[in-house]
Every structure is written in structure tokens, then in C-alpha cells.
């Protein structure tokens, strides 16, 4: 029996915890200010981030977050291959998507972690 996915997500800037699991940032640039020692990573999926031209195009503008994430789920379309291998992980242990913006509710790790708990919003179901 497979276990349930144990997905979190957090602001990179906050301090790295035990309890965070296997930590990846899921930005495609690097939290400006932050050293690399501090953010204790075990991967950076860049890839998985969203593409320069739809980062751009959302500027954080909350009126735009519903087409943002449709959008962001149709990037993620092609990447079926990071993102099973990032529930992999979540099936063995806690995975914690970081991410940098200010905006807690409204950032690409809460739609990653949408889509890696619900394989079906990709469009690919399991």
C-alpha cells in the first residue's frame, strides 16, 4: 500500500526545520539575499518553476491568479517526469516545496503542490 504524499510548503527566507523533510526551491531565480548554506537544500527544480514570460506576466498581480494557475498547470503539462519523481519522494518521506515571494497564498509552490497531490490537474491521471 503506497503511502499519501506529505507535501508542505514554506518561504525559503524561513528557517530550515528537521521537520521540513527532503527541502527543494521551486523558483526559478535565486531568493535574492539568501546564501546557500542558509537555505540547506536538497534540490533546486528549477525546471518545474514557471516559465520567465508567465513569472513576468503575473507580477504577484492577485487579480491575475486564477488565469496564472491555469496557465502554470498547462507549463507543468510537460514535465510529468520531475514532477513523479518529486511525489516519489513525498510517498517516503516529507517534501517541502520553497519558495521566495512574499505572497503566501499566491506563488507557484501552492499550485506545484496542487498538482503533485492531484496528478489529474494535469490532465494525466494515475
Known amino acids: 500500500m503506497k503511502r499519501k504524499p506529505d507535501i508542505r510548503i514554506k518561504r525559503v ?3 530550515p526545520d528537521e521537520s521540513d523533510g527532503y527541502r527543494v526551491l521551486v523558483d526559478r531565480l535565486w531568493p535574492r539575499g539568501l546564501k546557500k548554506e542558509a537555505a540547506a537544500l536538497d534540490a533546486w527544480h528549477r525546471e518545474l518553476a514557471p516559465s520567465d ?3 513576468r506576466w503575473f507580477g504577484h498581480d492577485v487579480a491575475r491568479w486564477p488565469e496564472f494557475r491555469r496557465r502554470y498547470v498547462e ?5 510529468e517526469e520531475a514532477l513523479e519523481a518529486l511525489r516519489a ?3 517516503e518521506r516529507r517534501l517541502t516545496l520553497l519558495f521566495a515571494a512574499r505572497d503566501e497564498a499566491h506563488n507557484d509552490a501552492v499550485v506545484l503542490r496542487e498538482v503533485l497531490l492531484s496528478p489529474e490537474a494535469t490532465g494525466r491521471a494515475r
Open 53 to 55: 514570460a508567465l513569472r
Open 89 to 91: 519522494v513525498a510517498r
Open 13 to 15: 527566507y524561513e528557517a
Open 75 to 79: 507549463e507543468l503539462r510537460d514535465k
